[in-house]
């Protein structure tokens, strides 16, 4: 006799379908996630002697202003950023573009001005969303976009390499894989890639949230049975197990990373979310510095190590700095800071300066945000498990595993079913036995 109409089996039927239908890629996409949850501290650890410097007894380091004029005269080019970590055992990141053109390259007015267009995608810690660490530039070409980032000693000025190599390069295409597939799209059309990605993670949602539905059982009083794995059942119990009580254990952070990461596929999804936020996502790729006043163009600049001291009296803290050096005559100094630690929240504090009197023109303290600002400017850490330092990477990389384990449980489950299903429509011939 057939079965009638339940709404668990529409949830069971809408969870089951929309699994299959979009497993392979969702499959993709966790995988990737969870390689690529660490690979700041991979790269590192792979290659030591790059990312690290040996202390001297003295610990004293060069200035700012001495590392940036020895760079920029050994590379030909110009510093926009400098990112100085906490860790005195780090080496400074100094963000240098190329000279372009050479003598018959485009005056330096016009480079002073296009460059001026791209200073705010240097703007912060993870300004654009999108843009990498360094690398090999934007678009643009050679020297385009953020341009490359040097791993600089601040106690000897030595140059130890660039962010370049071959654990970067695989990482990016980690990242390429898992926002499209490794489809390269056409500059402004629309990446089909992309759109597959996101309509996976859209259809995904849907899988989270019909599977709570399906977890809580018929009878209240079972409820733990979903919380648990019967280790002393059979391979098909147990796989049915892990399904269920992992998925559910899993499924807040879960959404967070989905509904988080839609705000790279999709321009309509994230400027719809920043409309129900009341603030920006990604505000800092658009986003300007502000207007120093032309007035003390003729006076001596402060030093970068005198602005320091200046964000330091303002944000009083020992934390991470990267500032954002001024693309031409009229912008500030931009310097954001951020602390560190195993269990730090990662969001920074943003301070402008005036680039010839050192006056505070703005302070942005993530603590007085709103709580809606504060979810915008935090879309970022939220969907890279960043948000709370290396506590929330860890936390994170675990659920990507077990994300990445669920399209495959979930296919097994469907076809164990589907075997059951089969061998009970079988027929059994048997003898007529006639009586007399």
Excluded at 72 to 80: A, C, I, L, S
Excluded at 365 to 392: C, M, P, Q, W, Y
Aim: hydrophobic letters at 40%; a positive charge.
């Amino acid at each position: 006799m057939k079965k009638g109409f339940t709404w668990r089996k529409l949830f069971n039927d809408i969870h089951l379908w929309l699994g299959l239908a979009s497993g392979l890629v969702l499959f993709l996409v966790c995988l990737t996630g969870t390689i690529f949850t660490f690979h700041s501290e991979i790269e590192e650890a792979l290659e030591p002697a790059k990312f690290s410097v040996q202390v001297p007894a003295n610990a004293v380091a060069l200035s700012p202003d001495e590392l940036v004029a020895k760079l920029q005269q050994t590379q030909k080019g110009k510093v926009t950023a400098i990112q100085i970590p906490q860790d005195p055992a780090k080496p400074y990141r100094f963000t240098l573009k190329k000279e372009e053109g050479g003598k018959g390259g485009k005056p330096e007015g016009e480079k002073a001005k296009a460059e001026g267009a791209k200073s705010a995608m240097a703007a912060g810690p993870g300004a654009g969303g999108e843009g990498k660490k360094g690398g090999k530039g934007g678009p643009g070409g050679p020297g385009g976009g953020r341009g490359k980032t040097y791993l600089v000693n601040q106690y000897t000025g030595e140059v130890k390499g660039t962010t370049d190599g071959p654990a970067h390069e695989f990482f990016e295409t980690v990242e390429a894989i898992h926002r499209s597939l490794l489809v390269k799209g056409e500059p402004g059309a629309l990446n089909p890639g992309k759109i597959i990605v996101g309509a996976s993670t859209i259809i995904f949602v849907f899988i989270i949230l019909t599977g709570l539905v399906i977890w809580f059982p018929k009878k209240l009083k079972n409820w733990k049975q979903g919380l648990k794995v019967k280790t002393s059942g059979n391979w098909k119990r147990i796989n049915h197990d892990l399904h269920n009580s992992l998925g559910f254990y899993s499924s807040f952070f879960l959404l967070i990373m989905a509904l988080t990461g839609l705000c790279w596929s999709f321009d309509w999804y994230r400027e719809g979310a920043s409309a129900v936020l009341g603030d920006q996502i990604f505000k800092q790729r658009t986003e300007k510095p502000l207007t120093s006043d032309l007035a003390g163009l003729t006076t001596q600049k402060p030093a970068i190590a005198d602005l320091i001291k200046i964000s330091n009296g303002i944000l009083p803290y020992e934390g991470n700095y990267r500032i954002s050096l001024p693309s031409d005559s009229t912008g500030a100094v931009v310097l954001n800071k951020s602390k560190s630690g195993f269990f730090t929240l990662s969001a920074s504090d943003k301070v402008q300066l005036d680039q010839y009197t050192g006056k505070t023109l703005k302070v942005e303290k993530f603590e007085d945000k709103k709580f809606n600002e504060k979810i915008a400017a935090s879309v970022r850490g939220l969907h890279l498990g960043e948000i709370f330092g290396t506590f929330s990477k860890i936390l994170y990389f675990i659920v990507c595993l077990i994300a990445t384990s669920l399209p495959i449980t979930g296919t097994l489950i469907w076809w164990n079913k589907l075997k059951k299903k089969s061998k009970g429509n079988q027929v059994v011939a048997r003898p007529v036995v006639t009586r007399a």
